[in-house]
């Protein structure tokens, strides 16, 4: 149908529904049936159209037969831009699922089984639209920290002896140091019955499986819960024990198939344009983390170059008022060349992975590594600033979204993940309930993004050592073999820092709260930050490494800063804060970075300023800092906005918005959840409590002491608070000949654990003439021997 417009331009409107048929022409009284044939007729439209095009798909699932691809052949003009959308007030569904139509018959003990088509095979089950539960071990419990449920046995020889025949299970486990989660596929038995399987590739910094969580599903024999299902391929069978209440007769049944829904697909040099969705509910995609394997550089992660919607090739491509529901991988990836790609308006929960990724080309990233331990010398990289390709997403948005228990299967994942890209922003999105960050920053290949006016919580749920903002800086300059990065600002090595983080990245008028971790955690050499107007409402602030950071007008309840192992000319800044509780440095040189100074250290009831002189000892500096009463407007109720009369503007701070955090669309903002404020009389926050003692002892010739709070514990790359920490290690001592040194963290003695100072004295007192110390140094685990007496 063609509507006029006005003077010689034409829009073109084409409406698909269920009920109509692939050979009608398209018109509002006969649609077409599927979204192929939609595509076809857009395809013949576009030549006669001098106007928008626009899709109208009626109420409905509508299952596709296989992924949608829209290529440059399927492109828009600014002019005549091209439009799939639900009809306004309808809930169309795009799913990649099959309807099964089953007869239900008894198996035994409530379970119930039905004959599925031959051939079927599905990783997920949805009832009534909600995912169920393959047969797992241990069951589903939504109280459980981790995993939902979890148990050491959960594939001991002991349990995996109830099992026929457990190929094609899965064993699903935490990284021993809490960095994310590893999975493996049961591959059989060995002829004594212990598994075998492989896998364990979907972490960038590989130690195996945690001891403890972890769990097994699609294991046939574990099909002992509501809410269960197992499918027998072989036999094509589908078993389920339905919840109580459930009339399964009436109940609708999908089996996913699809990985993705939707593709557009071009290149740099022919993209894909001027195409948008809006308003679907986009549902049923297959899960993804056995694929999950390419490394992000030198950062913990790997990952699926894949979603539900997946975009490579773009250019001005929207994704709008659409509903990402429980999708098995990623809910929308934006991968290689994308420029101009808006994600605005959409409501993703309970994805399997990311919620929304952005990730590059490494072939455009100039002198690339991509494992932890890799280096390079000074005359190994290319000291061209930028990218050396345009093959990356560049100038992109994800605005006004609600973003939320994104990472049910995969958890080094976040709601919004950056990775070798330019100018991505992320603006007013309310984003919580997940196991890692919020938002993640891989490396600061190129920077110039924006993150402001989020609200972001809920974070680092299943996780350690993280915060709801997190990003790593381990690009060209960062760890050279034969450049000291603590002289570099002093000679013509100083634009080292800034080859890959050649824009800055902006941090403003943001709301953070991290119960589990830092509020904002910058880690290992990230650079190239302005982090200003954020309110961190628990876990602090934290800056590890790096160069040029500017974090000033920021409010830190309950909290303070964290300067992690700094270098000694870091040209940092830290100024016009307000803290709740001094410093928090660990391994840092006076003075700290270019300026550090006109804070104000909270105490509340003290109405008489004084020099904060507790922040002048730790940093070197704080010369006007103060210490008083912030007087807050209304603490209780979220303003931190400080009332007239308060010393904080005199020190420069300048109050910010305490309204604006989050979604603003209505319909969102509506079902979007808050953080919990939290008093401002309550004890240090859970990032600083530690019941560990911190008293020191002498061994060996050296101080020695609990290695104490996620601090330390951070800086050591540990799990836990677990192990003895080494403060310092005199010449001549016995431990300096056994080779320890500071900073080493003391874990085994001869293959025992040394959890605590008490364990440690008490092993050595048992140790024999030769004794294995197994340490942590530099977040890697080492052995050393030591020949006498401990």
């Not at 008093?679 to 600083?688: E, F, Q, R, S, Y």
Request: proline share 6%; aromatic share 10%.
């Amino acid at each position: 149908m063609l509507l006029y417009l006005g003077t010689s331009v034409f829009a073109a409107d084409i409406y698909v529904s269920p009920t109509g048929r692939d050979t009608n022409p398209g018109t509002r009284e006969r649609p077409l049936a599927s979204f192929a044939a939609a595509q076809a007729a857009v395809r013949r439209e576009a030549g006669r159209s001098s106007g928008p095009i626009n899709v109208w798909f009626r109420a409905g699932t509508y299952y596709l037969p296989e992924t949608v691809v829209f290529t440059p052949s399927d492109s828009g003009s600014e002019r005549t831009p091209v439009s799939f959308a639900a009809q306004p007030g309808e809930t169309v569904v795009i799913s990649g699922a099959v309807r099964l139509r089953l007869k239900w018959t008894p198996f035994r003990d409530g379970i119930m089984k039905a004959r599925v088509p031959a051939g079927l095979r599905t990783d997920q089950i949805f009832v009534n639209g909600e995912r169920q539960h393959m047969a797992r071990y241990p069951n589903y419990d939504p109280t459980a920290r981790y995993f939902d449920g979890w148990s050491p046995d959960a594939f001991s020889k002991e349990r995996a002896a109830r099992w026929k025949d457990p190929r094609g299970g899965f064993i699903h486990a935490m990284h021993p140091n809490m960095w994310g989660d590893v999975h493996y596929v049961i591959t059989g038995k060995d002829k004594d019955g212990n598994l075998a399987f492989e896998g364990g590739w979907q972490n960038n910094r590989p130690k195996g499986m945690h001891r403890e969580r972890r769990f097994v599903e699609n294991i046939f024999e574990e099909l002992d819960s509501p809410g269960e299902w197992f499918l027998d391929e072989k036999q094509s069978v589908l078993y389920f024990y339905p919840p109580k209440g459930l009339h399964l007769a009436r109940a609708r049944i999908e089996a996913v198939r699809l990985r993705h829904l939707i593709e557009f697909r071009g290149t740099a040099g022919n993209p894909v344009k001027w195409m948008r969705l809006r308003g679907f509910t986009f549902r049923h995609t297959a899960r993804t983390f056995m694929d999950n394997r390419e490394p992000l550089l030198r950062s913990d992660w790997t990952i699926y170059r894949g979603g539900a919607i997946f975009l490579t090739g773009t250019e001005d491509v929207t994704i709008e008022d659409c509903f990402l529901d429980q999708t098995g991988g990623n809910a929308i990836f934006v991968n290689m060349y994308n420029r101009r790609a808006a994600i605005r308006g959409c409501h993703i929960a309970r994805a399997g992975a990311n919620g929304v990724g952005f990730v590059g080309d490494p072939k455009a990233v100039r002198s690339p590594l991509f494992e932890y331990g890799e280096r390079l010398s000074l005359g190994d990289i290319d000291r061209a600033p930028g990218p050396e390709t345009n093959n990356y997403p560049a100038d992109c948005l994800v605005e006004d979204s609600l973003i939320y228990q994104t990472g049910r299967f995969e958890k080094q994942t976040a709601p919004v993940q950056i990775s070798m890209s330019q100018g991505i922003t992320v603006r007013h999105c309310s984003i919580y309930d997940v196991p890692r960050a919020g938002i993640n920053i891989s490396e600061g290949t190129w920077g110039g993004h924006v993150i402001e006016n989020c609200d972001i919580f809920d974070t680092v749920k299943e996780t350690g050592d993280h915060g709801s903002f997190n990003s790593w800086g381990r690009d060209r300059y960062w760890g050279l073999k034969d450049v000291d990065l603590n002289a570099i600002m002093a000679g013509d090595l100083r634009d080292l820092p800034l080859l890959d983080a050649v824009k800055p990245v902006v941090l403003r008028n943001n709301r953070w709260r991290c119960d589990h971790g830092w509020d904002i955690d910058l880690d290992d050499g990230s650079s190239n930050y302005r982090i200003y107007n954020n309110l961190c409402l628990n876990g602090g602030l934290k800056l590890r490494e790096g160069f040029h950071r500017v974090v000033e007008n920021n409010i830190i309840v309950n909290n303070s800063f964290h300067p992690h192992v700094w270098y000694r000319d870091s040209r940092d800044v830290f100024r016009r804060n307000i803290v709740f509780m001094p410093y928090r440095p660990i391994k840092t040189n006076q003075p700290w970075g270019d300026e550090c100074d006109f804070n104000l250290l909270h105490t509340p009831g003290k109405t008489d300023p004084a020099p904060a002189a507790v922040l002048q000892r730790q940093s070197g500096l704080d010369r006007h800092s103060l210490e008083a009463d912030a007087l807050f407007v209304n603490a209780l109720e979220g303003d931190f906005r400080v009332k007239h009369g308060s010393p904080a503007p005199k020190l420069g701070f300048q109050n910010f918005p305490m309204d604006q955090f989050g979604v603003q669309n209505p319909k969102l903002k509506a079902i979007a959840r808050k953080p919990v404020i939290p008093g401002v009389d309550t004890p240090p926050a859970a990032t600083l409590r530690s019941n560990r003692d911190s008293r020191i002892a002498f061994w060996l010739g050296a101080n020695v002491r609990n290695l104490v709070g996620l601090g330390e514990m951070s800086a050591a790359g540990l799990p836990g608070e677990t192990g003895v920490i080494v403060l310092d290690v005199p010449i001549g001592s016995a431990a300096a000949t056994a080779g320890l040194r500071k900073g080493d963290v003391i874990l085994r003695v001869n293959g025992s654990d040394t959890a605590t100072l008490a364990d440690l004295l008490r092993l050595s007192g048992a140790a024999g003439p030769r004794s294995k110390l197994s340490i942590s140094r530099q977040q890697r685990e080492l052995v050393i021997e030591f020949d006498g007496p401990l």
